[in-house]
């Protein structure tokens, strides 16, 4: 995963993933090196077949 700072501290985390418009892919962050997983408060989520709670991002179609 990249990231930038700004001139306050603050970082922007990115990731490119490929993958075919109307696709759902789930997601959540994990914060170090050990297994703290963490959800982006206020976002809609998901629960996987494992139980997991998730957020899920649909891929969509390319603009241009």
Do not use: C
């Not at 990731?15 to 703290?36: C, L, N």
């Amino acid at each position: 995963m990249d990231y930038t700072t700004d001139a306050d501290g603050e970082h922007t985390f990115t990731k490119q993933v490929t993958a075919k418009p109307g696709s759902k892919i789930q997601y959540k962050f994990r914060v170090g090196a050990g297994d703290w997983w963490v959800l982006h408060q206020g976002m809609p989520t998901v629960t996987d077949d494992a139980g997991n709670t998730n957020h899920e991002l649909e891929v969509q179609h390319p603009q241009g």
